[in-house]
């Protein structure tokens, strides 16, 4: 329940954030009343987002049991991508999230016609985007746990991000935001270091991958994964009792490279020198 809480939270106050550029953008430049508008391709992604997610959702429960595991495989694979380029793109963009934004509002009302499709389309896309990312971990999650926390978490996560976001937008609420995508950023990578070895066991129950099953520790007598302890450490690290080696190569390998990544300082980027100044 905590981790999609969490997933979520994290993901609902990008898509706030976004949300509350582009409509205090609107009312500073005197163009409040295109907000109706902002709220149709709002609508418009989340329609899509639980589309896809039932869509995917209904088809693997048709799979026999074999290609279930693939899917899940499948699914598992997109969603450590998914979850990592969102991370690193967060990472890349978030000094210029704003002026962007700003940017794609002025050239979709800059048409003389079709500005509504267009300023729809925009926001479509922008709050698409989290949607879709937010579909693909959750089908990941829900496929690796059993009862309504899963679904109540990401619910809660989901709640309480809109109202952060509405009191950011109001100014109600300070965040520091860079922190806050930093170490969330963190936690996100560890998630998607358990899901990656999930979906690689999930291969090998699908009869694909069988190298590296040598089992390195077996703790199923003294912690299996079904007892309290073990379901907390799965949902936060993707703990497994009886790992392969394959599963831990994997984990141990995604977080170094990522973490290395993501959590190195940024590389300076070069002086621009003006055109009219001599070259010494």
Request: no cysteine; proline share 4%; glycine share 10%.
């Amino acid at each position: 329940m905590l981790i999609p809480f969490l997933i979520m939270l994290r993901e609902g106050i990008e898509a706030a954030l976004i949300v509350g550029l582009i409509a205090s953008y609107l009312k500073q430049t005197g163009r409040g009343a295109w907000m109706p508008t902002v709220w149709v391709g709002i609508l418009l992604a989340v329609a899509m987002s639980l589309f896809v997610g039932a869509g995917l959702q209904f088809a693997s429960a048709e799979f026999p049991q074999k290609l279930q595991e693939l899917f899940e495989a499948i699914i598992g694979f997109v969603a450590v991508a998914v979850l990592t380029s969102m991370v690193f793109w967060m990472r890349k963009v978030s000094r210029s999230i704003k002026a962007s934004l700003h940017a794609s509002v002025d050239a979709a009302l800059a048409h003389s016609s079709g500005q509504a499709w267009a300023l729809i389309a925009m926001i479509f896309f922008a709050v698409a985007r989290e949607g879709v990312e937010s579909v693909f971990f959750l089908l990941a999650i829900f496929q690796q746990s059993t009862g309504s926390g899963a679904p109540l978490g990401a619910l809660l996560g989901v709640l309480v991000a809109v109202l952060l976001g509405y009191g950011i937008y109001v100014g109600g609420v300070k965040l520091n935001l860079r922190r806050f995508f930093r170490w969330t950023g963190v936690f996100v990578l560890v998630v998607a270091a358990g899901i990656l070895a999930g979906a690689l066991r999930s291969l090998h129950e699908a009869g694909i991958w069988n190298h590296l099953q040598t089992v390195v520790f077996d703790l199923s007598g003294t912690l299996p994964m079904d007892s309290p302890v073990g379901t907390v450490f799965a949902g936060f690290f993707g703990y497994q009792d009886a790992p392969s080696l394959g599963a831990v190569v994997a984990y141990v390998l995604f977080l170094a490279v990522t973490l290395f990544l993501f959590l190195a300082p940024p590389m300076a980027r070069p002086a621009v020198i003006p055109s009219n100044q001599p070259n010494r």
